[in-house]
């Protein structure tokens, strides 16, 4: 393998002059940058990154960890990840955590090894004093996740404010038994979200009842099981906001098929704006939300804080949602 020494010798040059010439310094002439550059080709030399890593003590690479990477709304927001770091010349490592504690404790483990530079946290699967001593390592951002005291920045939605308004235009059509469902993880996410969901309740007189918490909506399948659940209550809901498009798509497809009508019988919201929501029968109202642009927002807010060498702090950046009324409700 070609080293630097060979080309220096060949171009009569220093190495501190080839390594300039690699990593475009200047104080090198015009007419011995080019003949140094036609070497390399010849020579077909390329750089070490494990050496230029360890000149830079960069890696040039971020991690993101996210509870489940075939879910719709993670196959999104990595892709938007993987794109913005693309265009800045980064790579991404990614993690699925399934939503296992010790599993991200793996991802800042790469932190700090110095296996990756920046660490984008999708879910939040351990307390954040656990969390919080990586931060000498490198910086942590939260991304579609939310903490109260998390002194770092996070990136998501105004979750209070979606689903009010989702729980809004269900109180607004004539429901005044309307359930909730949450994400696989109580996250502090989802708090507010339930947040948002009693506020709405309480704003027009109405009393939530325990019997219409669903827990751990997540997927298709988890829908088919709320809509057994719901089939079993005595007294049942007529409207429900699922937090989630995959389980929305599960409960109609069920409800449907056990005669349900929607949504004269059962009014649905859900949240993401998924593809999914277009090709149900009936198409889904849901919350919409700028999925791509949160992942692309994250990486550019975390390059920020690696090539500026800025002191982390708290910064919480919400992103705007939309309801999208469909046939669902």
């Known amino acids: 393998m070609t080293r630097i020494s060979e080309i220096a010798k060949i171009c009569n040059v220093s190495k501190t002059t080839v390594s300039r010439v690699l990593n475009n310094h200047p104080y090198v002439s015009k007419e011995k940058r080019e003949q140094i550059l036609k070497v390399m080709e010849e020579l077909d030399y390329a750089p070490s990154s494990l050496a230029r890593n360890f000149r830079t003590n960069k890696t040039q690479t971020i991690a993101i960890s996210v509870p489940s990477f075939d879910h719709p ?86 979750e209070f404010e979606a689903t009010y308004k989702a729980v809004n235009h269900l109180i607004e059509k004539g429901h005044r038994k309307i359930g909730f469902c949450y994400d696989t993880s109580y996250s502090q996410a989802q708090g507010q979200r339930k947040e948002g969901f009693l506020k709405a309740l309480a704003d027009h007189d109405l009393l939530h009842n325990d019997d219409w918490i669903f827990g751990h909506g997540f997927s298709i399948e988890d829908g088919f099981r709320i809509c057994d659940e719901i089939v079993k209550l005595k007294e049942k809901p007529t409207a429900l906001f699922t937090g989630n498009d995959q389980v929305a798509a599960g409960i109609i497809k069920k409800a449907t098929a056990l005669g349900y009508k929607i949504p004269e019988c059962l009014a649905i919201v859900g949240y993401d704006n998924q593809s999914i929501c277009q090709v149900t029968t009936p ?42 009324i469909r046939e669902s409700t």
Request: with cysteine; net charge negative; aromatic share 10%.
């Open 73 to 158: 709304f993670f196959a999104q927001l990595v892709k938007g990840v993987s794109l913005a770091a693309l265009e800045n010349d980064y790579k991404v490592l990614i993690f699925q955590t399934f939503y296992d504690a010790k599993n991200e404790l793996d991802v800042m483990g790469k932190l700090k090894n110095r296996e990756v530079d920046g660490v984008i946290l999708g879910a939040l699967e351990n307390e954040w004093n656990v969390i919080k001593p990586y931060l000498k390592y490198g910086p942590i951002l939260l991304c579609n996740e939310y903490h109260h005291s998390a002194s770092i920045p996070i990136i998501g939605y105004d």
């Open 283 to 324: 198409t889904i109202t849901t919350i919409d939300i700028p999925i791509m642009e949160l992942g692309q927002r994250t990486v550019i807010e975390l390059i920020k804080y690696l090539n500026e060498d800025l002191k982390l702090k708290r910064d919480i950046i919400k992103l705007p949602t939309e309801l999208k």
